[in-house]
């Protein structure tokens, strides 16, 4: 057992997992890009929380986490 904590997911990592997620149903209105922004990461989260379920609305969390993360 490791007591190291785990390696957070980046931004852009978590904005491909939530097209694969939650494309159809949340963010049918979006289209992703190939290589996102932490702007274009940001851009979805809004949908995320309004059109998805609860699973949605975490990873929206998990993605504006990341974005405050990345370097700027």
């Known amino acids: 057992m490791s007591t ?3 390696k957070a997911e980046d ?3 978590l904005y491909q997992r939530a097209f694969k ?3 159809a149903s949340a963010l049918w209105s979006s289209r ?3 290589n996102p922004t932490p702007e274009d990461a940001l851009a979805i989260t809004g949908s995320l929380r309004l ?3 609860l ?3 975490r990873l929206a969390e998990q993605i504006e986490k990341a974005c405050r993360r990345a370097p700027r």
């Open 11 to 13: 931004f852009a990592a």
């Open 21 to 23: 997620d939650f494309g």
């Open 51 to 53: 059109e998805g379920d």
């Open 55 to 57: 699973r949605a609305r």
């Open 4 to 6: 190291e904590p785990e």
């Open 32 to 34: 992703p890009v190939p």
